[in-house]
């Protein structure tokens, strides 16, 4: 299965986290969605959301100041 994608590069929070939320709002369950952007603090926050909210954080990497998010939906 392919992921959707998600680009919030230049975004800053809480843009990154409500940009994420509709677009899982609009997949369907069990769907998988790759968001990428930029920031520590972004990178943390929309990890937190996603957790707290019931989905998955299948995969993390932040390196370089760049971040990417594969997520899988509740």
């Known amino acids: 299965m392919s992921a959707e ?6 975004k800053m929070c809480p843009l990154p986290v409500a940009l994420t939320k509709r677009k ?4 369907a369950s069990g769907q998988l ?3 990428i ?3 520590e603090l972004e990178f943390d926050n929309v ?3 996603v957790k707290n ?3 998955v954080v299948v995969e993390a990497s932040n ?3 760049t971040f990417k998010l ?3 939906k509740k």
């Open 5 to 10: 994608k998600l680009d919030v590069s230049g």
């Open 24 to 27: 899982l709002d609009s997949m």
């Open 33 to 35: 969605l790759e968001v």
């Open 37 to 39: 952007g930029e920031g």
């Open 47 to 49: 990890q937190r959301w």
């Open 53 to 55: 909210n019931g989905h």
């Open 63 to 65: 390196a370089d100041g």
């Open 70 to 72: 594969l997520i899988k």
